[in-house]
T-cell receptor, first 119, second 110 residues
Framework: AQTVTQSQPEMSVQEAETVTLSCTYD???????LFWYKQPPSRQMILVIR??????QNATENRFSVNFQKAAKSFSLKISDSQLGDAAMYFC????????????????FGTGTSLTVIP | DGGITQSPKYLFRKEGQNVTLSCEQN?????MYWYRQDPGQGLRLIYY???????QKGDIAEGYSVSREKKESFPLTVTSAQKNPTAFYLC?????????FGEGSRLTVL
């Protein structure tokens, strides 16, 4: 099974500053998808950003961007101009592009990084 | 509004009792999932279902059971065989390869 590693259990950032959350993964596949999900104190998981492995260009969503290094199997999330509402747990996730009727698309999650935003 | 509804939000049970967590979606998604979340362990897959009347065990299925009689519904039963059932449970569905989550159910065994 694929493994996803988030080596930073906790991070903090000053409001309006930039922070980068790390994620590495292990796979022998060449085609897959990577995700960052946010879980605020309300516990509702929300998709932040998605990256297709076949795309060389790094995904960007407003203040959120990724640094996808396929050869290094690294997928970090950069949050620019941090806001108080960014405080949450952030999970990195992997999904194979292969799909079958019974095994479907399994998602593999890291253990999460708790981000604190300091006013 | 379309979404995934989990109930109850909080649940307490005594040891030895079975409990069923509800998950309903009106997104018309085929695939549905149950995850367990524990501090420091991320999300672990319990069961998933790609289509009605079919489901597969995930990584930690022991002590759990599911059914998928309708596309919209994927209830999870936590049986008395689950040795450490106190956890936060998340239901999800997928569309276009992305996971959509419910708000979760917090189960506490007393």
């Amino acid at each position: 099974a694929q493994t996803v590693t988030q080596s930073q259990p906790e991070m903090s950032v000053q409001e309006a500053e930039t922070v980068t959350l790390s994620c590495t993964y292990d796979t022998s596949e060449s085609d897959y998808y990577l995700f960052w999900y946010k879980q605020p104190p309300s516990r509702q998981m929300i998709l932040v950003i998605r990256q297709e492995a076949y795309k060389q260009q790094n995904a960007t969503e407003n203040r959120f961007s990724v640094n996808f290094q396929k050869a290094a199997k690294s997928f970090s999330l950069k949050i620019s101009d941090s806001q108080l509402g960014d405080a949450a747990m952030y999970f990195c996730a992997y999904r194979s592009a292969r799909k079958s009727l019974h095994t479907g698309n399994q998602f593999y999650f890291g253990t999460g990084t708790s981000l604190t935003v300091i006013p | 509004d379309g979404g995934i509804t989990q109930s109850p939000k909080y649940l307490f049970r005594k040891e030895g009792q079975n409990v069923t967590l509800s998950c309903e979606q009106n997104l018309n998604h085929d695939a549905m999932y149950w995850y367990r979340q524990d501090p420091g362990q991320g999300l672990r897959l319990i069961y998933y279902s790609q289509i009605v009347n079919d489901f597969q065990k995930g990584d930690i299925a022991e002590g759990y059971s599911v059914s998928r009689e309708k596309k919209e519904s994927f209830p999870l039963t936590v049986t008395s065989a689950q040795k450490n059932p106190t956890a936060f449970y998340l239901c999800a569905s997928t569309k276009n390869g992305e996971l959509f989550f419910g708000e979760g159910s917090r189960l506490t065994v007393l």
